[in-house]
């Protein structure tokens, strides 16, 4: 028998309320997207859970989503969401895939092994930042490093305000610091690249062996990849917990304000630079490049930020000319089609 929810204990806030209208509220059924599958979606409401048919009539969804239901389990209308993560579709293809909605705070894992890359945990953080959502760095197999707080204090200088965690995921008392963020109706999401434990840290938390995981390969320290859906999972503490699966590519697309929050650092030292436009490369005054010389800033840092400035516009510039010429070839067919009907008129 499926276990009866709240709208409040499945994350209903005010901010989805306050876009139903009376007839709405009474008239349709307020439900969560808790998993997605290829024809289908599995959906949570206060009468249980259900699977539903994908309506294509509606813009894309993705897990965490609210969407309001018939009675006839039609999915009807997507609500607006609080938060919403998405990539550029993997490998050559154009378009965006979308993560994960309605997330609270995302757990960025990355393993204290060959695993450990700063360019890959700032190119998470500029994804939480466009977000808007709190990101928590949780650093994973503390117990195959011998100087944790090497790496702690490395991660901790991209921000001082970032909150890092270090944790050993074969002890499950060690991650007890993060169901602090796992509170009754919030929403919280691992993110990471492939085998550096998000699996066995979603079990821990959820008390039990939801995920499936696997030894770490001993030539190269990663860990298998094991996760390939991305579903929502009750936690004893009510929060909803999401694991998606490990990403071997992570493109950044119209993405230009979470890079920018994500080094606020040189943000902040470039309003001291003597041009407006400075580009912190060879330019006279740049107060970017003179922290550099005075090891006040790392110019790997300074490399990744131009790095993925440049990949998001160009990536951001491609989704745009397919949307324009989707509008054009849309135009042209409207166009025939006027000209058809008058043919036959």
Known sequence: MSTLFSLSQLGWQNFYQQQLSLDEWDGFIATRVVAQHRNCLEVIGESGRRTVEINSALEALTVGDWVLMDHNDRPIRLLDRRSLFSRKSVGSK?????????????????????DFNLNRIERYLALAKEADV?????????????????????VQKLDPLLIVEAVNILDIDSSQGLKAWCTKGKTVAFMGSSGVGKSTLVNALLGEAAQVTQDVREDDSKGRHTTTGRSLHLMPTGGWLMDTPGMRELQLANCESGVTAAFQDIAELAQACQFGDCQHMEEPGCAVKQAIEDDNLDQRRLKNFHKLLREQAFNGASLAEKRAKFRQLGRHIRSAQKVKNKRTH
């Not at 994960?100 to 060959?114: Q, R």
């Not at 650093?139 to 090497?150: F, G, H, N, R, V």
């Open 134 to 154: 709190e990101a928590v760095v949780v650093l994973s197999k503390a117990d195959l490093c011998d100087e944790p707080e090497t790496f702690t204090q490395a």
């Open 94 to 114: 154009l378009g965006t895939q979308l993560v994960a909605a309605n997330v609270d705070t995302v757990f960025i894992v990355c393993s204290l092994n060959h």
